[in-house]
């Protein structure tokens, strides 16, 4: 074990501190990743705002008997599976944010902004397809706003909060990376298509068909996640046990 404490206390991670290089190095990481987040929260609402008007669309008092009732249930686990993955990552990302660097405020806001307007030339493949779906506000944009604010811009501030004032305990910080790993790979697929969803809107002619760029970045998007959660759980469970010891 005393070849960890040396391993932290050589980077400066267990005083919040860490080595010249690595500092902008995870803030620079956690902004790449918020933007790509951004990205994929977009895609996770457009999917959810589809299924839920189809459904309540398609509804009727007959069909509780059936067992098509059941069809919201599945549509509804997998935003819950969605959200919570954003949830967990948005964490990982505000951790270190406030692990990575002294301007911590500085860097979430950054985080902010990146992944609620980093989405402003891109558009979705469901939009794409389905254009008559997002003809409101509602759903073409107030939803994926609310979506942003509450699963990665909220989670990254908490993280924050609880890096500074050491309001959380590391159990509960390393459950939030356990489940930001494993939805990374259960959404690792999601992840291939991060950076547009298959579409970049053309910024001369917004009517022509969006070009398809669709990239198998899925693998290597999970594995950057994969690190960030597994490194915030690390950090935290060594960082209990060598303020332990340190008594």
Known sequence: MASLWRVRLYYGLDSGRCAPWL??????LVLIVGWLLGHVARWFADGLAVNAQLYFHAFRIANLRSPWVLAPLRFLSGGVLQYSALASWAYACGYWCARGGRRTNAWVGAFSIVALFGTVFTTTSVRVAQPWFFEHVVAGAIHPMVVKVLFMII?????????????????????????????????????????TFGCVVEISSRSAPCASVEMPWGIGIALVLTAMSGLMAWDAVAGKLLGHRSH
């Open 155 to 195: 989670p990254a501030w908490i993280a924050t909060r609880a890096v500074r004032y050491r309001s959380t305990s590391a159990v509960a910080i390393a459950i939030v990376a356990s489940i930001g790993i494993v939805l990374a790979w259960w959404h690792a697929s999601d992840l291939g298509h991060a950076l």
């Open 23 to 28: 500092c902008p190095a995870l803030c620079l």
